[in-house]
């Protein structure tokens, strides 16, 4: 008990160590972008307004889509257009019927080779060695004492 607990105390030590380093470095990092921008403070952004953020998406939509790195599907998901998405989710589900239709077949056929195999196996050494048990090979048993 007293491992586990020394583990346990160990992990939080860790963890508190790990979560003072992820701070220093995010302060950092916060710090060295604000400076970049000329600002001390975050609050001295201004405030865009929503007409002003969704002109800046539709320009960057549409140089996606002339340099052709824009992909319709994942924008329809994203933007709450579940119709592509519905689609895509029925032709996955179609193929994977259709796959576990197919596979389950050969699963089938495959356990029918194997029992036929099994099957001619136990016969053809039945009919060479028909007076032969397997336990004649063995000299002595395990069990017997010697």
């Known amino acids: 008990m007293k491992n586990k607990t ?3 105390t160990k992990n939080q030590q860790i963890d508190k160590i790990l979560q003072e380093q ?3 470095e ?3 990092l ?3 972008l604000l400076n970049v921008a000329g600002k001390t403070s975050w609050d001295e952004f201004p405030e865009e307004s929503e007409e002003k953020i969704r002109a800046g998406y539709d320009r960057l939509i549409t140089r996606l889509r002339e340099k ?3 992909n319709e599907a994942a924008r329809a998901e994203k933007t ?9 989710l029925e032709i996955l589900e179609y193929d994977w019927n259709r796959t576990h239709r197919i596979l389950k077949s050969a699963a089938a056929a495959v ?3 194997m029992l ?17 048990n397997t336990q004649t090979y063995q000299k002595t048993s395990v069990f017997e004492k010697k």
């Open 80 to 88: 709450g257009s579940t119709r592509a998405a519905k689609e895509k």
């Open 116 to 132: 036929t195999a099994l099957v001619g196996m136990t016969a053809i050494a039945d009919c060479r060695y028909p007076d032969k």
């Open 111 to 113: 356990a029918v080779v």
């Open 30 to 32: 916060e710090s060295a």
């Open 26 to 28: 995010t302060k950092i």
């Open 22 to 24: 992820y701070d220093a």
């Open 6 to 8: 020394d583990i346990q």
């Open 68 to 70: 052709g790195d824009f």
